[in-house]
């Protein structure tokens, strides 16, 4: 079975700052990772995703994230913050097999910025 | 419209009561999955539809919950004799198609804040 975690439920950085997510995933396949944005009062957007191409995955909105085959990890990042980020945070992964379309999310991280 | 509909955004019900929540995905989209999102939790699987196949129900909770989509378009969710844990965001998604490379991307809705007291 395919898993996510999320570490940090709440992470709080300055505006500028540099934005780290951290997310770890098990899987008992070659995985697809993908991170997934919430705003407030809005819907699930695709940030990025990883399937199988280059490790390093750039999305929109200046994140990006490195899939690390030997940490199990895929975590986001963003060089320098804006107040505009603000939103919470979802890593998933999927079978990159026959039930790749059921992502399996973590619990999500809520970032803040603060001015 | 121009993105993934769901209706009503907020439902306030009695234990007990009988829900139904809709789901208008994206004209065209054949994939469509309904997700659960309760405080504090990741999104739960629940139900996913992929044009006429058999729908993968493997999610659903519990058999007081229960899914149909008509015409390969429109979804709706029920949940029968609700319980106070069914209190959550109720999330619909959909897609152009399942592919193999997992190349389409969901394109979720707003979702359905269900109360239930």
């Known amino acids: 079975a395919q898993s996510v975690t999320q570490l940090g439920s709440h992470v709080s950085v300055s505006e500028g700052a540099l934005v780290l997510l951290r997310c770890n995933y098990s899987?008992?396949?070659?995985?697809?990772l993908f991170w997934y944005v919430q705003y407030p009062n809005q819907g699930l957007q695709l940030l990025l995703k990883?399937?199988?191409?280059?490790?390093l995955v750039k999305g929109i909105n200046g994140f990006e994230a490195e899939f690390k085959k030997s940490e199990t990890s895929f975590h986001l990042t963003k060089p320098s913050a804006h107040m505009s980020d603000a939103a919470e945070y979802f890593c998933?992964?999927?079978?990159?097999?026959?039930?790749?379309?059921?992502?399996?999310f973590g619990k999500g991280t809520l970032l803040t910025v603060n001015p | 419209g121009a993105g993934v509909s769901q209706s009503p955004s907020n439902k306030v019900t009695e234990k007990g009561k009988d829900v139904e929540l809709r789901c208008d995905p994206i004209?065209?989209?054949?994939?469509l999955y309904w997700y659960r999102q309760s405080l504090g939790q990741g999104l739960e699987f629940l139900i996913y539809?992929?044009?006429?196949?058999?729908?993968?129900k493997s999610g659903l909770p519990s058999d007081r919950f229960s899914a149909e989509r008509t015409g390969g378009s429109v979804s709706t969710l029920t949940i029968q004799r609700t319980q106070q844990e069914d209190s959550a965001v109720y999330l619909c998604?959909?897609?152009?198609?399942?592919?193999?490379?997992?190349?389409?991307?969901?394109?979720f809705g707003s979702g359905t804040q269900l109360s239930v007291l």
């Open positions: 899987s008992s396949v070659p995985p697809y």
């Open positions: 990883y399937t199988s191409a280059a490790t």
């Open positions: 998604a959909s897609s152009l198609r399942q592919g193999v490379s997992m190349s389409e991307k969901l394109f």
């Open positions: 998933a992964v999927s079978d990159s097999g026959g039930s790749n379309y059921k992502l399996t």
């Open positions: 004209s065209g989209h054949t994939a």
């Open positions: 539809f992929q044009g006429n196949s058999a729908p993968d």
